[in-house]
């Protein structure tokens, strides 16, 4: 923060920001990264997905056991 400007809000100026190294990883980390991004969004996808019909499929349990023990026959 000693580049920034301001009291309330601290502000870069943008000659001080693209002044900043960003160190980019090699192509092989780069490729690593990329596989356990993809199946970090693979399992929260298919997590998403299930999750709905997990729901409805338990919903329809409850109701059919709540009608068995109230359908007094």
Known sequence: MKH????KMPRGS???IM?????I???PEQEKIVAILDKFD???HSVSEGLPYEIALRRKQYEY???QLL???
């Open 19 to 23: 002044q900043y190294k960003i160190p």
């Open 65 to 67: 056991y709540r009608e």
């Open 14 to 16: 943008k000659a001080a």
């Open 4 to 7: 920034a400007k301001g009291a």
């Open 71 to 73: 359908a007094f026959r």
């Open 42 to 44: 693979t399992l929260t």
């Open 25 to 27: 990883p090699p192509l």
